[in-house]
């Protein structure tokens, strides 16, 4: 099911969403596949199969899983001009896979996906 979720992903999105800084699906999918053990082959396998949103994933699932697979990845898609729908929190927005890409090398998105939300959940 993880793998269904993120290769059909509609948009690219925060760890936490919207004021309560719910964990959106795509996210939660992402986690479980992160941790498996053939997460990498997974993950590759999403990098062609998958939604532009879905490959975003993917690539933040490599970034700190596999830097050769990573780097080689991320080279083919920081061209890319076409635009993901994001929700940053409470934000939605648009940016293209090369801006995306970029921030994915920094290690955003991915910091957030593993250390959980940085919103508090609500009690």
């Known amino acids: 099911m993880a793998i269904n979720i993120l290769q059909n ?3 690219f999105s925060s760890a936490g969403v919207g004021y309560a800084g719910i964990t959106p699906n795509e996210v939660m999918a992402w986690r479980v596949l992160f941790f498996r053990a053939d997460a990498d082959s997974t993950f590759q396998n999403l990098l062609e199969t998958a939604t532009p949103a879905g490959q975003l994933y993917a690539l ?9 697979v990573f780097a080689r ?3 083919r898609f920081e061209g890319r001009l076409d635009r993901v729908q994001t929700v940053r929190g409470c934000i939605v927005g648009a940016s293209t896979v090369r ?3 970029a921030e994915i090398r920094k290690g955003d998105w991915v910091r957030d996906y593993l250390r959980g939300s940085e919103y508090p959940r609500l009690r």
């Not at 933040?60 to 050769?68: E, I, K, S, T, Y």
Request: glycine share 6%; charged share 35%; hydrophobic share 55%.
């Open 99 to 101: 801006e995306l890409v």
């Open 9 to 11: 992903a509609e948009r």
């Open 60 to 68: 933040a699932g490599l970034r700190f899983r596999n830097d050769v």
């Open 73 to 75: 990845a991320a080279a």
